[in-house]
Each structure stands twice: as C-alpha cells, then as structure tokens.
C-alpha cells in the first residue's frame, strides 16, 4: 500500500498466516461492516472510546507500542514521539468530530508545523500494528488524505488505490468518490493530469475500471497500456502487477480471452505470484503449464489456487491408477491431501 516503505523480512508471515485474509478481499483490512459497532475483544488497559457517524470502538494505543514499531519498520523522518503526537491528534479530532465527513479540517488545524511525511509516516506505523482495529482503518485513510492535501504524493496515490479497490464500495463511507476523500481525489487528479507517473496512470485505469461501462472499459485499457510504458522507461515500477492483471481483468470483461491469457502470462513472466494464478485459470485444466503454475501459486502463499490444485492433483491421480501406476497415483493423492490440510486449517483460522 505504502510506496515508500520496506517491509522488513522478519515481518513475513509463514504460509497458512499469510492467507487468512477473507477470499477475494483485495486489500490489506477490510471496510467497516454495514452493521452496528464492531466489538473489540483483546484485552488492553488503555481507553476505549466511540466514533459517533460509525459506531466503530477506538483503542488508544501507548506510546511505547509506537517506539517498538519505529524500531521494526525503520522509519528515518519521523521520530516516535512525532507520530505519537499526530495519532493523538487524530485521535482526538475522531472523538469530538467524527459525525462529520470534513472532521479532518480540525485535525489540521490541531497540527500546525506537521509535515505531510510525518503524517503520512504516522499513517505507516499504524497500517503495519498487526492487531490494527477497525477505527485505525478510518484514520490511516483520513492521515492519508490529510497528507495528499499537503502535497504528498505517495499517499495520495496509496489512499486513492485502496479505495478504489475495496469490493463494493461503489457507494458509502469508504467510496473513492466519497465526501471526506476530496484532497485525495485533487491531487490523484492532479498527477493523472501530468502524466508522468505510471501509477497515476494505473489510478486512471482503474477509476475507469470501477464505472463498467463499455466505453469506460476502452478507456482503461488505454490507460493501463500508458501506465505500462511509462513504468518500462522507469527505473522503479511500484504498481506494475496492479496495471497487468487490471488490464487482463479488462480484456476478460471485453471477450478479449487471447488478450487476457497474454497479459496474465507476462504477469507471470516477470516473477508475480499472482501471474501463475491468472495464467494457470486461463488454462485448460490437464495442460502441461497448469498444475505447475497453480503449485507455485500455492506455494508463494496464494488461498485461491489451492483448491483448484488439490483437485487437479486428485484428478491426476484417478488417471494414473486407471493406467496401472499406482506409485504415481499415490503420490499425486499425497499432494491433495497436503494441499487440502493447509485449506482447511486456513478456513480454520478464518472462522476464529
């Protein structure tokens, strides 16, 4: 999410963690549910408070939880006590003023001398608390757009993404075309405009994307094409798996399938995990390409190939005994079973 930050290895979470997100949530944290305050069961002995427009349980973290997370991520502008001052701010604006789509317009006048990096910083060490909570997520989107308003391009770029990404948010708190995302939207606008970054440009494809329509559906095409040329003349490309697999979804959306299969398969090509995935599905199962590419998928940590995998292993294994080898035919049934294990203990997880 966050272009100009590293995550440290030692953040990396083992197969089975790394996949407990819910399937098909394209994003890091999930949006608000619809319904009434979210319960907020780990323990902690620092204040709890209400967000009134939401309903949504705020816990106040302390100051030492911000040191330690300045010492993993690394952060080099911005000192603890800083993002400390600035999440207090925050926090304090999203007490009294959260019924208020424009709250933030107090937040800025309650930080006068913040830079957008120290904002934008703060918004980073509370996107990587491992135990982040559901009103977080409304102040990292709301630091963001603070710090796209100063001038910051990195996140408005990181704020206008996650946006437009979330599922179903055509409408509602967390639409990119909502009320409180106005600074974003002007500077995201602004950078499409100049068109000189390939992940402005990605933006522009994908708000294109989000509309549906035939004509808007060409349009993003075309975009994504840009963005892709502009990133190859780049020295760095942060969104280049993002403009591929958007531009692939596209072509699928058009009945361009050929299309589709190339892009997905040069998604593969450059080393993206989620390359083989797309690439294995536009595939007929059985193909030399496809158990290989839904293995390495599965293996790079991905839920959705591994359903698809066991039973393609399965289904191996039914051929190779109807051809007399069993030794084969045992083993393409170990496979599945492996592979169905870590489905089931990700499920396992997902039900708490």
């Not at 020295?235 to 699928?252: I, K, N």
Request: aromatic share 10%; net charge positive.
């Amino acid at each position: 999410m966050f272009r100009l930050t590293t995550i440290p290895a030692r953040r990396a979470r083992p197969l089975a963690a790394r996949a407990t997100a819910l399937p098909g949530l394209p994003i890091p944290f999930a949006p608000p549910p619809a319904a009434a305050a979210a319960v907020v069961s780990r323990r902690t002995a620092v204040q709890k408070f209400r967000i009134p427009a939401q309903g949504i349980v705020v816990i106040e973290r302390s100051l030492a939880s911000f040191k330690k997370q300045h010492k993993e991520l690394g952060i080099k502008h911005t000192t603890p006590e800083q993002a400390y001052a600035i999440y207090q701010a925050g926090l304090e604006a999203l007490r009294s003023k959260g019924s208020n789509p424009y709250w933030d317009q107090w937040f800025i006048k309650d930080l006068e001398g913040a830079s957008a990096v120290a904002v934008h910083d703060t918004a980073t060490f509370l996107y990587f608390f491992r135990d982040g909570t559901e009103g977080e997520t409304h102040l990292i989107h709301h630091l963001l757009n603070m710090a796209a308003g100063m001038g910051h391009d990195a996140s408005a770029l990181s704020n206008a993404k996650v946006l437009l990404q979330m599922s179903n948010q055509k409408t509602g708190y967390f639409s990119y075309n909502g009320p409180a995302w106005g600074k974003t939207r002007e500077r995201v606008a602004w950078l499409i405009k100049q068109g000189r970054d390939a992940n402005a440009v990605v933006l522009e494809g994908l708000i294109h994307m989000n509309r549906k329509t035939h004509e808007d559906n060409l349009l993003a095409i075309d975009a994504f094409r840009r963005a892709w040329n502009l990133g190859k003349a780049a020295s760095h490309f942060d969104w280049e798996a993002t403009c591929l697999e958007s531009w692939g979804d596209v072509q699928l959306r058009l009945g361009r399938k050929e299309d589709a299969t190339h892009t997905f398969r040069r998604l593969m090509k450059l080393g993206f995990n989620r390359g083989f995935y797309r690439y294995a599905m536009m595939l007929e199962p059985g193909s030399s390409e496809y158990l290989s590419c839904l293995t390495h998928a599965a293996a790079a940590g991905m839920v959705e190939p591994l359903e698809p995998l066991m039973n393609e292993h399965l289904k191996r294994s039914e051929q190779c005994l109807a051809q007399g080898n069993k030794a084969h035919a045992d083993e393409h049934r170990s496979h599945a079973l492996e592979w169905s294990r870590v489905l089931e203990f990700i499920k396992s997880l997902s039900r708490g």
